[in-house]
Nanobody, 123 residues
């Protein structure tokens, strides 16, 4: 599976941004698609995940109520709508395949990583 993330950019605090992750190579089915993020000088951490077939989701506590995952099965694309953005959300956002939506995904569970897209939130 190849993953292509896009949609990052610069936004002011309190603003919104939507990032996308397009999958290719095969049709997604029983997969879990995830977003991780990595701020400068920090480790890569889990943000959110969605079960591709059932559509159920799980979020990190830091983004609950502000970020929303969705998917377009026909386009094999996942979206992360980010609202009420904060400067601490600034990071490179990576999409990935692996894990499940029962518990927060650990990076060691990831099978495929996409390239990142930079999100910068100014104060």
């Amino acid at each position: 599976v190849q993953l292509q993330a896009s949609g990052g950019g610069l936004v002011q605090a309190g603003g919104s941004l939507r990032v996308s992750c397009a999958a290719s190579g095969r049709t997604l089915s029983r997969d879990t698609l995830c977003w991780f993020r990595q701020a400068p000088g920090k480790e890569r951490v889990f943000v959110a995940a969605i079960n591709w077939s059932r559509g159920n989701t799980i979020y990190a506590d830091s983004v609950k109520g502000r970020f929303t995952l969705s998917r377009d099965n026909a386009k094999n694309t996942m979206y992360l709508q980010m609202n009420n953005l904060k400067p601490e959300d600034t990071a490179v956002y990576y999409c990935a395949v692996g894990g499940n939506t029962r518990v927060v995904v650990n990076a060691k569970q990831i099978h495929y990583w996409g390239q990142g897209t930079l999100v910068t939130v100014s104060s």
